[in-house]
């Protein structure tokens, strides 16, 4: 278990060696997103009584800690293909389990760094939303879904090349649907049911309500903690693969 | 207790193409230096890698001071230590960072690793270079840090995979001096190289691996003993051409018999006169 603080702790280091330039690619996306559609074309549009501004801040939220929890997948693609670090936790006598945890961890970590910076510019643009402990647990919990996915995938790809391709396919399409940016009620009526089973929109729309009306279905959560769980168990079996 | 560090028994790995090793066995004894010298391709990383757990075997067994590594796979890793032969030390942290990482890796307390970080840095000379970035050192600089983070946790094993491949002459002593002091410390070593000169000054015994198999095993002396103890070399027009002789006075007599029109040398026989053999053999 003790492990797990070794890749932690690397990943967390990378990260504040980057920590500007981090911080400035962490908020263009939500500048760029709440300035375009909040403020350029949403001033007039209200959804369900609430302005597009107020609507949009918790699914920018769930898509932006989404994204930044699978972009472990990237240092993990460099430490694996390129700089082969990789090996060293292989021929280390820590646990699958504790690697695992280590680079989920730091992926949770970025998610949190990017909501809060989200939460700062919102605050600053002057929207206004509830927040409480169980918002941060749905953060917490898809940003372990995803960070879980991301490794995963590194994992599973035989090159830097492929990876591209899982992000395009799965994550960016997940991003615009998974309720984030609109209502899932106006999808058609037979990808529907998918896209609400998606942690994404699972996690959108337990953030929406409880930053708009301070509500929320402990359900949801815990529909988000089972598939974390499976996330989890997914990325270290992948791990175990990566072995050649 | 038994003198053997490591056992490996008839070692089989196939890829899907190679068969990289085709069964091949030898041991260890402890605070033994043990190398593996063959030619590229011969499959002296594929061993390496398949006893530091980072690729397994197809067939064979493998035993570390007696147990089973695959039976003990995490005990196995905490007793060895990994040199790769490509340099894997992440580029954007620090020397001391570095090494930090790796004693986390291996489960040591931080008070430890601190203790150990002193003293590794004063061992590689590189007190000074301790808040640099590993991509800002030169090659023989981050070959110094990739060996001294396996040393971090004080392995009973040490997997050197070609140490010093890429480096100048004078850094390259250095470092076998850097080896030797690590030998006496009581590590056991198992090197693969193809400098013959490093198996020379180095080993206390080296297996021949061509293709896969191991073709002999024995103490640079002894290899060269078998040849004879005088080496003449003869320049013909489309060849080197090499004799062995035991006493210095037939090398001498051949030298003169050849001197005449011929470049000729007399010299001492090297491990690498008995490797050119075995390769001439397995041609
Ligand atoms: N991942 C792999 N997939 C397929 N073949 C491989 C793989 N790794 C090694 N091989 C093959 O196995 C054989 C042995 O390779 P290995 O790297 O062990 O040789 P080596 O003795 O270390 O050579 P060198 O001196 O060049 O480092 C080679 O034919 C190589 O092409
Ligand atoms: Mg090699």
């Known amino acids: 278990m003790k492990g797990f603080f070794a890749t932690y702790l690397r990943e967390f280091l990378l990260?504040?060696?980057?920590?500007?330039?981090v911080l400035i690619s962490f908020s263009i996306n939500p500048l760029l997103y709440i300035f375009a559609f909040g403020i350029g074309l949403g001033k007039n549009i209200t959804i369900g009584g609430k302005s597009y501004l107020e609507f949009l801040i918790p699914g920018l939220i769930s898509a932006t800690s989404m994204m930044q929890a699978f972009a472990i997948n990237v240092e993990i693609n460099i430490a694996r293909f390129y700089l082969k670090i990789f090996e060293e936790f292989q021929s280390s006598p820590i646990s699958h389990f504790s690697y695992a945890l280590g680079e989920v961890l730091s992926g949770v970590t970025r998610a949190f760094l990017a909501t809060f910076i989200i939460l700062v510019?919102?605050?600053?643009?002057?929207?206004?939303?509830?927040?409480?402990?169980?918002?941060?647990?749905?953060?917490?919990?898809?940003?372990?879904?995803?960070a879980s996915l991301g490794l995963a995938s590194a994992m599973l790809i035989k090159s830097h090349a492929d990876q591209a391709l899982v992000t395009n396919f799965i994550i960016t399409p997940m991003m615009f649907l998974g309720g984030t940016f609109f209502p899932t009620e106006n999808l058609p009526f037979f990808i529907k049911p998918v896209i609400e089973a998606l942690p994404l929109t699972i996690t959108s729309h337990t953030l929406r309500s409880i930053a708009?009306?301070?509500?929320?279905?402990?359900?949801?959560?815990?529909?988000?903690?089972?598939?974390?769980?499976?996330?989890?168990?997914?990325?270290?079996?992948?791990?175990k693969g990566a072995k050649n | 207790?038994?003198?053997?560090?490591?056992?490996?028994?008839?070692?089989?790995?196939?890829?899907?193409?190679?068969?990289?090793?085709?069964?091949?066995?030898?041991?260890?004894?402890?605070?033994?230096?043990?190398?593996?010298?063959?030619?590229?391709?011969?499959?002296?990383?594929?061993?390496?890698?398949?006893?530091?757990?980072?690729?397994?075997?197809?067939?064979?067994?493998?035993?570390?001071?007696?147990?089973?590594?695959?039976?003990?796979?995490?005990?196995?890793?905490?007793?060895?230590?990994?040199?790769?032969?490509?340099?894997?030390?992440?580029?954007?942290?620090?020397?001391?960072?570095?090494?930090?990482?790796?004693?986390?890796?291996?489960?040591?307390?931080?008070?430890?690793?601190?203790?150990?970080?002193?003293?590794?840095?004063?061992?590689?000379?590189?007190?000074?270079?301790?808040?640099?970035?590993?991509?800002?050192?030169?090659?023989?600089?981050?070959?110094?840090?990739?060996?001294?983070?396996?040393?971090?946790h004080k392995p009973k094993l040490l997997l050197l995979d070609e140490p010093t491949v890429g480096l100048d002459p004078h850094i390259r002593r250095k470092i076998w001096s850097f080896i030797k002091n690590i030998q006496a410390n009581g590590t056991t070593i198992l090197l693969t190289t193809h400098y013959m000169e490093e198996a020379e000054y180095l080993a206390d015994r080296?297996?021949?691996?061509f293709s896969g198999e191991i073709k002999a095993i024995n103490t640079p002396k002894d290899f060269i003993k078998q040849l004879g103890n005088y080496a003449v070399d003869v320049y013909l027009s489309d060849k080197l051409k090499t004799f062995y002789f035991k006493e210095k006075k037939e090398a001498e007599k051949e030298l003169l018999k050849y001197s005449k029109n011929h470049f000729v040398s007399l010299r001492r026989v090297t491990l690498e006169d008995a490797f050119l053999k075995y390769v001439e053999k397995n041609l």
Request: net charge positive; no cysteine.
């Open chain 1, 15 to 21: 990260l504040k060696k980057r920590f500007i330039r």
């Open chain 1, 121 to 146: 510019i919102s605050f600053l643009a002057g929207v206004k939303f509830y927040l409480n402990f169980y918002f941060f647990l749905t953060v917490f919990l898809n940003a372990f879904v995803f």
């Open chain 1, 212 to 239: 708009l009306y301070n509500s929320f279905k402990y359900s949801s959560l815990f529909i988000l903690l089972v598939i974390a769980i499976i996330s989890f168990m997914i990325a270290l079996y992948s791990i």
């Open chain 2, 1 to 152: 207790m038994s003198k053997i560090a490591l056992k490996v028994e008839n070692l089989v790995k196939k890829y899907s193409s190679v068969v990289a090793l085709k069964g091949i066995s030898f041991e260890i004894k402890k605070k033994e230096l043990f190398a593996l010298l063959g030619p590229n391709g011969a499959g002296k990383t594929t061993t390496i890698r398949i006893i530091a757990g980072l690729t397994n075997p197809t067939s064979g067994k493998i035993y570390l001071f007696g147990k089973s590594l695959y039976d003990n796979p995490i005990w196995s890793k905490s007793q060895i230590g990994i040199v790769p032969q490509h340099i894997n030390l992440d580029m954007e942290l620090t020397v001391e960072e570095n090494l930090l990482i790796h004693g986390l890796l291996y489960k040591l307390s931080l008070s430890l690793i601190k203790k150990r970080i002193s003293e590794l840095l004063e061992l590689a000379d590189l007190k000074e270079r301790k808040n640099s970035k590993i991509k800002e050192l030169s090659g023989g600089l981050k070959r110094r840090v990739l060996i001294i983070r396996a040393l971090m």
């Open chain 2, 206 to 209: 080296v297996a021949f691996i």
